[in-house]
């Protein structure tokens, strides 16, 4: 698939949420849409690791991934969102 054309699906997809976002609220609460959301990027993930039979990460690679998350969010709410970091949060 051309780097092209994945470019533009994400955007198209990115693009779309805040809209549809808008919209499903309408009919559903927060967190049946949160919900919903997670299961259902849940199950393209798995289908896409099943289809391209991609490894499973070991235990120590995950704990790395999900420690960092707190250091990525602030560096990048920092970097992007100019909010001011302290040193103690």
């Not at 849409?33 to 990027?41: D, E, F, K, P, Q």
């Not at 704990?63 to 040193?87: D, Q, Y």
């Given at each position: 698939m051309p780097l092209l054309v994945i470019l533009a699906t994400a955007i198209l997809v990115c693009a779309s949420a805040f809209p549809a976002t808008r919209v499903a609220l309408q009919s559903f609460g927060e967190?049946?849409?949160?919900?919903?959301?997670?299961?259902?990027?849940?199950?393209?993930?798995?289908?896409?690791?099943?289809?391209?039979r991609a490894p499973r990460p070991a235990r120590a690679?995950?704990?790395?991934?999900?420690?960092?998350?707190?250091?990525?969010?602030?560096?990048?709410?920092?970097?992007?969102?100019?909010?001011?970091?302290?040193?103690?949060?």
């Open positions: 967190f049946e849409l949160n919900l919903y959301r997670y299961a259902i990027s849940t199950v393209v993930l798995v289908g896409f690791a099943l289809l391209t690679e995950a704990a790395v991934l999900v420690g960092t998350i707190p250091i990525f969010t602030a560096l990048l709410g920092t970097l992007f969102l100019r909010e001011r970091m302290k040193a103690w949060g």
